[in-house]
């Protein structure tokens, strides 16, 4: 399935899910017409297509570009799904210096997600789960343990990666990462408070939607130690 994101509002949507009007497709949030790039970048469907265009599935060589270029790829999805999380929250300055410089850094997968974790609602996990992919987080982990295992040096024998895991987990992440994009897509939260309608008093609108999204945070944060 392709995926679109809108230029002007950031939206993510199945190709299927744009409106077509007089033969161009149109954002359904912004309604901005023919403004879109495919999602997500060029850079991480090319390892995910050569994965999947790979001839010998029960190959070593099969293992080795699978689990690595999976655990790259949603790193990469990672990384960005942070930089939405702190930066349309509109952080202060020096957080956002500082959040840019654990991103640079040689964070691993396990402190990305605590870092996504205490920018967010909730843990990765927990909106995964939410959304109906509770499997995708250990899908995910399962692969990142073998890449790693190549990396150190320490894989011995026939490792096998089965071709079925590897097709569930990047069908997963398409669907994970760009909803949980869409969840915290400031302009995606603006077209549900206003039903889709052109709000006059946009600054006040960006105000009031901050206020929301922060204490929806603080909610759900005292709710869990409780």
Not at 36 to 61: A, C, G, M, Q, V
Not at 102 to 110: A, D, P, Y
Not at 167 to 195: D, M, Q
Request: hydrophobic fraction near 35%; include cysteine; aromatic fraction near 12%.
């Amino acid at each position: 399935m392709i995926y679109l994101e809108c230029q002007n509002c950031g939206q993510i949507e199945p190709d299927c899910n744009w409106i077509i009007y007089q033969n161009k497709k149109e954002c359904k949030y912004c309604h901005e017409k023919e403004n879109y790039e495919l999602w997500p970048s060029s850079e991480i469907r090319t390892l995910f297509e050569t994965i999947k265009n790979h001839k010998d599935i029960y190959s070593l060589n099969y293992v080795l570009i699978s689990s690595v270029f999976i655990s790259t790829a949603l790193e990469l999805l990672l990384e960005k799904l942070i930089y939405i999380v702190a930066f349309e929250d509109q952080l202060p300055e020096e957080i956002r210096h500082l959040i840019e410089l654990l991103l640079e850094s040689n964070l691993g997968r396990e402190r990305r997600l605590k870092l996504f974790q205490k920018l967010g609602y909730d843990s990765f996990e927990g909106h995964s789960r939410e959304l109906g992919y509770k499997d995708f987080p250990n899908h995910w982990g399962q692969i990142v343990k073998i890449r790693n295992k190549i990396v150190h040096g320490k894989l011995e024998g026939e490792y096998e990666l089965p071709p079925n895991l590897v097709n569930i987990t990047i069908n997963e992440a398409i669907e994970v990462f760009s909803k949980i994009h869409n969840i915290y897509n400031l302009e995606t939260i603006r077209y549900k408070v206003t039903g889709g309608k052109y709000y006059e008093d946009q600054e006040n609108l960006n105000g009031e939607l901050l206020k929301l999204k922060r204490w929806k945070k603080m909610v759900l944060n005292n709710f869990d130690e409780d």
